[in-house]
């Protein structure tokens, strides 16, 4: 897994809000959102989680994608 910073973080936030990058990535943000206290404070976790299973739903239901996600976060935080 790449390690992304806080300014990729930033410049990646509008595709990571639309579902428009690689599932690779997704998880690269996914994991530095998990780990990043300036993230957390700039970026309501729940809130972005929310709003990438809002505008997924048309490509995933978004129970499951909701459930992909924080399994997906749960791993990271495990794995810290
Ligand atoms: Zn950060």
Redesign the pocket.
Known sequence: MKQV??EE?KRSVHEFLHSEMQQEQQDDITA??AN?????E?YDIEIVFNQVIQRSCDEAPAEELAKRVMQRLREVQDHD
Do not use: A, M, R, W
């Open positions: 910073d806080c973080v530095h959102l990043c206290d300036s993230c957390e700039h």
